[in-house]
């Protein structure tokens, strides 16, 4: 079955980024000049997607409107002469059919992803985690949709860590099937050091078939007192198995304050305004570091 639909956490209390997430959800931080949850509509609509929802709460409007029609900006911009930055604006809101319902209380991942089941319904579904930006030529989304269509079975996206940063993320029990492609059979998430499986950790992507709902729904708090989406993945894998997608492109960590600025210079070096600029600028700077 073809993959139309996907799901977009973005729900968290985004606390690794205060005070800047009080009141501006974290998925609208930008990167230059698009907030980052634009980069990753962007890139489910590369990848075939044609329905999104976005899982919100309160306080998250302005992701709303940020994908809205905004009559008196565009007013303005086809007055003022600035037909570009018209159509810029403009597009934003015909990207996709884009839908919004909010998770009442913050119970994590699973229990966020769980709000998406009466728009998933019985198809297969991608889920694209609100803070995780991933820039390439490939969709990251489209190359697991690939490998779901291939092998009919969930697919996690995941990159190969430090033995450090593993603790913080999942790890995963893989066997190769060839180049970035593995069978996956166990994961845990936030494992011990004496838990750890592989290097290989789920990292801001995966798709999944709807049997996922029942098994979030038997799932019990887990690491941090939250639904944890691995901990129902973990179920899938063990029960059917799992592929696992070693992605190509770069991923950019929105949650932490180091990946935002990661996200920032590297995109800012290509950019097609600024990019020349901003080159000769950081290289002054970096000679007086
Ligand atoms: P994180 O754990 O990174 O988000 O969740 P967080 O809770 O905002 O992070 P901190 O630790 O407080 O800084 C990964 C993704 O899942 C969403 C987040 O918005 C993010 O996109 N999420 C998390 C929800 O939608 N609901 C939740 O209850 C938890």
Redesign the pocket.
């Known amino acids: 079955m073809k993959v139309r639909k996907a799901v977009i956490?973005?729900?968290?209390?985004?606390?690794?980024?205060l005070p800047a997430t009080k009141s501006m959800p974290?998925?609208m931080l930008p990167i230059v000049d698009k907030p980052a949850i634009q980069y990753i509509v962007e890139e489910a609509v590369r990848s075939g997607i044609t329905d999104i929802l976005v899982?919100t709460n309160r306080g998250k409007g302005l992701i709303e409107d940020h994908f809205d029609r905004a009559p008196e900006l565009e007013a303005k911009l086809t007055g003022a002469n600035k037909e570009y930055m018209y159509h810029e604006v403009v597009d934003i809101a015909r990207l996709a059919n884009i839908y919004f319902v909010r998770?009442k209380e913050?119970?994590?991942?699973g229990?966020?992803v769980s709000c998406a089941r009466s728009f998933v319904g019985d198809e297969p579904f991608a889920v694209l985690?609100?803070?995780d930006v991933i820039i390439g030529e490939d969709p990251a989304c489209a190359q697991l949709i690939r490998a779901y269509e291939e092998f009919g079975k969930g697919v996690v996206g995941v990159k190969e860590v430090s033995e450090e940063a593993i603790q913080k993320y999942s790890s995963l029990k893989v066997e190769p099937v060839r180049e970035r492609v593995f069978h996956c059979t166990d994961m845990v998430e936030k494992p011990s050091k004496e838990e750890i499986m592989s290097l290989y950790s789920i990292l801001g992507r995966c798709v999944l078939p709807p049997d996922i709902f029942d098994l979030i729904d038997a799932t019990p708090p887990g690491a941090g007192g939250?639904i944890q989406l691995t901990d129902a993945m973990c179920a899938l894998a063990r029960s059917q198995g799992m592929i696992a997608v070693d992605f190509t492109g770069k991923r950019y960590d929105m949650?932490n304050k180091l990946g935002i600025m990661q996200a920032s210079v590297e995109v800012a070096l290509q950019h097609p305004e600024i990019g020349e600029d901003f080159r000769a600028y950081l290289k002054e700077l970096a000679a007086s570091l």
């Open positions: 956490p973005a729900a968290g209390l985004g606390t690794r980024v974290k998925e899982i998770q913050t119970k994590g991942l229990h966020a985690y609100g803070d939250e949650g």
